[in-house]
């Protein structure tokens, strides 16, 4: 599991967020190898109307912290990842 923050560019009017305007980004990607697991984080940023994903820090999750219940309790963005593969949080500023 890889944990990404990220801004993207929005393309389109979202809540609070003006075209053209910088977003970051939290993204949750359940893959074993950081260069797809970075690929896919871009891409399903893209999806949702972003564009120029950028990628400032990333962390590996062991499958000690994925599993532990403390973790999981606190952070819903990693259980909605391991439930569905990823998840993506948006930062309002």
Same mark, same amino acid.
């Given at each position: /599991?890889?944990? $990404?923050?990220?801004?993207?560019? #929005? ?5 609070? *967020?003006?075209?053209?305007?910088? #977003? ?5 990607i ?6 797809? #697991? ?7 940023? /893209?999806r949702? +109307? $972003?564009k120029?994903?950028? *990628? ?25 990842a391991l439930?569905? +593969? $990823? #998840? *993506? ?5």
């Amino acid at each position: /599991m890889y944990v $990404f923050s990220a801004t993207a560019e #929005a393309t389109k009017a979202f809540d609070g *967020i003006e075209p053209g305007q910088k #977003a970051p980004f939290i993204v949750y990607i359940n893959f074993k190898d950081l260069f797809g #697991a970075e690929t896919l984080c871009k891409v399903l940023v /893209m999806r949702e +109307g $972003f564009k120029d994903v950028v *990628i400032e820090k990333r962390q590996w999750l062991t499958p000690e912290k994925c599993q532990d219940q403390r973790i999981l309790d606190a952070d819903k963005g990693l259980r909605e990842a391991l439930q569905a +593969g $990823f #998840a *993506i949080q948006l930062f309002n500023e």
